[in-house]
């Protein structure tokens, strides 16, 4: 007999292996109550949150759990259909007005993921005969975005402004073209040379989709993301981003300028063939987001930390994404899977989670434990988060003891 | 020599530095069968591809690619006409 998970075996191989050496199970985590944006109970034990994306600390925000509460009273628990139909609330409307406060546009969308606010545009927007130009890190909603639609898909070397422009120039003439980037690359957290990409993209008369992702609320003057910080922001035909990181809810969003944008909410089949999201959890959202607008001094401490925690953990010698801190990401390098889980596994007995991030969501097949700072991370939490680290680090091997 | 037999020349030497096993090249050599690439040593190749020839491969091609000879007439097709795959202006 046929079996179809017998593609799946390798895999099943691996994680039998990995087990069998001891370590506690990496991807199946369980957090019995949350206390704060920063500190969880796991497996019993009091945790520091230090993988959670929750740049901005906004999950526990005293007025954006009001809106939610407020809004299951008068709306109820869901919407029950898609936004074309029955699903769009006042809050909804709402919500998609602070994103365009926000982002200072004239449209907005709101997806009821951050996944599918990528997949959504990304497949509906460049079609048969069309050029998808993007990075080869591209996280997986672009990729499945890009396998979605009948594009041309074309990637280019990770961050190489160079390889962009060379294929820019080799697509045929007349296409249509549509370049597709990241502020910040979530598995690294390296930031992108936008003000040079989006200058040749515009040049080569290519439209311009940037995630913004990892950036929304801290990065750029008005924490518009890297498109902001570089002042390209108005080059930049489509900004997407989620509800999941700095905004502390979940759902996502494309906002543009385009005079055109409306008639997506017709054609892009991830908005319309799903149910919109909560209206609790859009009332949430929007309050966050104009909140976020006025966030200046978490920025502020959030870059604080970013820095002292890259500085500390490089002084320790462990072996980092990248040589600056460029974002609130912070990869620290393992030297392979199984010695990525132990450490792991020794963080989490200190009382501290990270994300273990591993092939094929890595660049490079790389084994990193990836750490995302928050605002609310109190200067004593980094300094006990370095010292943890260093424990760690000498039991698991990873740094001499 | 033919430009066929040219173009396959060329793709043989830039198959060279990426093929660590020595596997002996033919027409019918399958890269990833025989040559056992990952996706990141097909994307370094591909990249060197575009690159010696001045052309885009783009993923929804190279799905249909699976061995050097195969990729041979690719490339010669894509030098010929880089809009092959057709687009109303």
Redesign the interface.
């Known amino acids: 007999m046929t079996d179809l998970f017998s593609k799946f075996d390798p895999l099943i191989e691996q994680r039998a292996t990995l087990l069998a050496t001891g370590v506690r199970d990496p991807f199946s985590l369980v957090m019995q109550r949350v206390l704060s944006p920063t500190e969880a109970i796991c497996n019993g034990k009091h945790t520091i949150l230090l993988g959670t994306y929750n740049y901005m600390g906004m999950t526990f925000d005293a007025d954006v759990i009001a809106a939610g509460k407020a809004a299951f009273d008068d709306f109820g628990s869901g919407t029950t259909g898609s936004r074309v139909l029955n699903g769009t609330f006042s809050p909804h409307k709402d919500c998609e007005e602070a994103l365009k406060e926000f982002y200072d546009r004239k449209y907005a969308m709101v997806f009821s993921t951050g996944y599918q606010a990528l997949l959504g545009p990304i497949s509906t927007l460049a079609g048969k005969g069309d050029y998808i130009i993007l990075d080869i890190d591209s996280h997986a909603s672009i990729w499945d975005g890009c396998r979605m639609g009948d594009a041309e898909v074309v990637p280019f070397k990770h961050n190489d402004i160079e390889a962009l422009e060379k294929r820019l120039k080799r697509v045929p003439e007349g296409a249509h073209k549509l370049v597709v980037l990241e502020g910040v690359y979530s598995m690294l957290g390296d930031v992108a040379p936008l003000k040079d990409m989006v200058r040749i993209a515009k040049a080569h008369g290519a439209m311009v989709l940037v995630d913004e992702a990892h950036s929304m609320g801290f990065i750029g003057e008005h924490g518009r993301g890297v498109a902001e910080d570089q002042g390209v922001i108005d080059d930049v035909d489509f900004i997407c981003g989620t509800f999941s990181k700095s905004v502390g809810t979940v759902g996502g969003f494309c906002v543009s300028n385009h005079p055109k944008f409306e008639i997506l909410r017709l054609v892009c089949r991830p908005y319309v063939f799903t149910a919109a999201p909560p209206p609790s959890v859009v009332a949430s959202a929007a309050v966050s987001i104009r909140k976020l607008m006025h966030g200046g001094n978490k920025r502020a401490h959030l870059w604080e930390n970013s820095k002292r925690l890259h500085a500390g953990l490089k002084s320790l010698g462990f072996q980092l994404g990248t040589q600056t801190p460029q974002s609130a990401i912070i990869a620290v390098i393992m030297p392979d899977l199984e010695r990525g889980a132990m450490m792991w596994e020794a963080l989490l007995d200190e009382g501290l989670y990270v994300n273990l991030a591993r092939p094929p969501a890595t660049p490079a097949n790389m084994t990193l434990l990836r750490c995302s700072l928050c605002a609310e991370h109190s200067a004593e939490q980094v300094g006990e988060i370095i010292t943890r680290f260093e424990r760690a680090g000498k039991k698991a091997g990873i740094l001499a003891a | 020599m033919t430009e066929r037999a040219d173009t396959y020349k060329s793709i043989c030497d830039a198959i060279t530095p990426f093929n660590k096993k020595g596997v002996a090249l033919s027409e019918t050599t399958t890269f990833a069968g025989d040559l056992e690439w990952?996706?990141?040593t097909v994307?370094d190749f591909v990249?060197e591809i575009?690159?010696t020839f001045?052309?885009?491969i783009?993923?929804?091609?190279q799905a249909e690619i699976e061995t050097v000879g195969q990729l041979t007439d690719a490339v010669i097709k894509l030098k010929a006409s880089?809009?092959a795959?057709?687009?109303?202006?």
């Open positions: 990952d996706s990141l994307m990249a575009e690159d001045d052309i885009i783009s993923m929804n091609m880089p809009v795959e057709g687009r109303e202006k």
